[in-house]
């Protein structure tokens, strides 16, 4: 089944501003399900444009995991969002994708997740990276989501704002 966007109006159709969107936002919320029970956790990411991916770190154990193990499809979103407009309805740009998660075990794929994470989510991301120790490293549990689909939604301020 595939369902499109509503108002064509607002469709974002060119993939270099979703892409945008993802590198721009610091968190994506992401819809996991396991026998036909949902679980949504919202994860800090950083957006692999070249790849088309998102690496996102975790818990080595926990639901998350349980979840992405027994089904590693998943659907996810960011927002931006822009405050109201002049009419009162929300100003935003959303994206959605879905993709299948991998956790990742190479060290120099941990390194480049994490370099990736770290430059999106910091505003001190060359002193944080420094400070990492390579057995930390591979201990810390990496996901990859491989992104297969993407799609995106904006509603902007009107000009006399």
């Known amino acids: 089944m595939s369902f499109h966007v509503r108002r064509k109006d607002r469709e974002i159709t060119d993939a270099s ?3 945008k969107v993802l590198k721009a936002t610091k968190y994506v919320t992401v819809a ?3 026998n036909n029970e949902p679980y949504l956790v919202s994860l800090s990411h950083g957006f692999d444009a070249q ?3 998102i690496y996102f770190h975790c818990a080595s154990e926990g639901k998350k995991l349980v979840y992405a193990q027994a089904n590693n499809r998943v659907w996810g979103q960011t927002v931006l969002d822009y405050d109201a407009t002049d009419e009162c309805d929300s100003a935003y740009t959303s994206v959605h994708f ?3 998660i991998v956790f990742l075990t190479d060290p120099k794929e941990k390194w480049h997740a994490l370099k990736i994470l770290v430059r999106q989510t ?3 991301p060359e002193e944080k990276l420094a400070k990492v120790k390579p057995e930390k490293l591979l201990k810390t549990t990496i996901g990859r989501i491989d992104i297969t689909y993407m799609t995106g939604k904006r509603h902007e301020i009107s000009p006399t704002r």
């Open 51 to 53: 790849h088309t991916c």
């Open 32 to 34: 996991f399900c396991m």
């Open 17 to 19: 501003e979703i892409r």
């Open 122 to 124: 910091s505003n001190t």
């Open 98 to 100: 879905s993709g299948k």
